[in-house]
């Protein structure tokens, strides 16, 4: 029989392997290094610039991340799933123009229905030419951003619309806090994101999504419809998308077929930053989150700091090449 003593040092010992194993838990979750990235920013910005920290300022970098924040999301979702979408902020420039024409014969609620529509449609374009004829999402998409790029030009005659639609441009409004606006933009991009999360991580659609994005054909001997996934996740991305293009009217109320042409690119290093893997399966709509504020924080600090624009671009692919990296050797040593 073991002796009480005995029993209490084995009872001592399991706690501190419980113990070191949430701290391990801690250390290599998805949101820890993109958060620690995001303080040491905060902490360098504001200790070599003057108005970095101000509340002005903090509040300015959470309206610049709204856009490029929402497109993430939906971004993240086609990621987890091993895919790409190069498309997305075609998409939305395609949402926005469709509601600022609309929305010139008076109807802005008809106008930013029509907007989501459309959205959605061209989400359901990527997802059945992904699910459906299974090509591969890099060569969709780019298709798709191609086609669309004209299409918008094509549409609006490469001119752009006002939006003085108090409903098309309420996101950039919201309540004062201390001199501080809160934008209602703000306020969904954080509700989006919370919404995503909890869908990804408390619901039967965000398991199939997971495991559709880590092995697809384990998915499918698991009773998964992985096609039915797959499109899923295009039609949600599109509805994403649809609001981004409501943020993106709030903050600049211009419907410019010739805007946002980066943010593909930058919806892409949000995402990658904030931790998800390109190879699919392992990530978050959280991570993105803080991704996006990365290089939002980072953009803004340099530009505070007097760094021309070009060393800002270089700074940010040196952040997405360190990521990848790194996803790519965790994986590698999960996998041995």
């Known amino acids: 029989m073991t002796s009480a003593p005995a029993r209490a040092v084995a009872a001592d010992l399991d706690t501190a392997a419980g113990s070191n194993g949430r701290w391990r838990a801690a250390l290599t979750h998805q949101v820890t290094g993109p958060l620690a990235a995001l303080l040491v920013a905060v902490v360098v910005f504001s200790a070599t610039t003057d108005n970095f920290l101000s509340g002005t300022n903090l509040a300015l970098v959470v309206q610049q991340s709204v856009v490029v924040g929402t ?5 993240t979702l086609i990621i987890l799933t091993a895919g790409i979408d190069l498309a997305c902020a075609a998409i939305m420039v395609m949402g926005s123009v469709v509601i600022g024409r609309l929305a010139l014969d008076g109807n802005p609620w008809l106008a930013l229905g029509v907007g989501v529509l459309v959205c959605a449609v061209l989400g359901c ?9 299974g090509l591969p999402p ?4 780019l298709g798709v951003l191609t086609a ?21 441009t309420a996101l950039n409004r919201g309540p004062h806090l201390g001199g501080v606006t809160i934008t209602f933009g703000a306020l969904l991009w954080l509700a989006l994101t919370a919404a995503m999360a909890y869908a990804l991580t408390q619901t039967a659609w965000g398991t199939h999504v997971y495991t559709v994005g880590d092995n697809p054909q384990a998915a499918a001997l698991a009773g998964i419809k992985v096609k039915r996934v797959l499109f899923s996740v295009y039609l949600v991305a599109g509805v994403v998308y649809a609001l981004g293009a409501w943020q993106a009217l709030g903050r ?24 998800t893997s390109l190879f699919g399966g392992r990530g978050g709509v959280v991570g993105t989150l803080v991704g996006t504020l990365v290089v939002t924080v980072l953009q803004n600090g340099l530009t505070h700091a007097g760094i021309d624009s070009l060393y800002q671009q270089v700074a940010t692919g040196v952040l997405v090449v360190v990521a990848v990296a790194v996803d790519r050797i965790t994986r590698t040593r999960r996998s041995r």
């Open 148 to 168: 669309l790029t004209a299409a918008a030009r094509l549409f609006t005659g490469s001119a752009s619309y006002q939006i003085t639609a108090p409903l098309l």
């Open 71 to 75: 497109l993430a999301i939906g971004q």
């Open 125 to 133: 374009l990527n997802g059945t030419l992904v699910s459906v004829a």
């Open 252 to 275: 600049t109320p211009t419907a410019d077929p010739a805007g946002y042409a980066t943010a593909n690119l930058d919806s892409i290093t949000a995402v990658v930053i904030g931790g």
């Open 138 to 141: 890099f060569i969709v998409t």
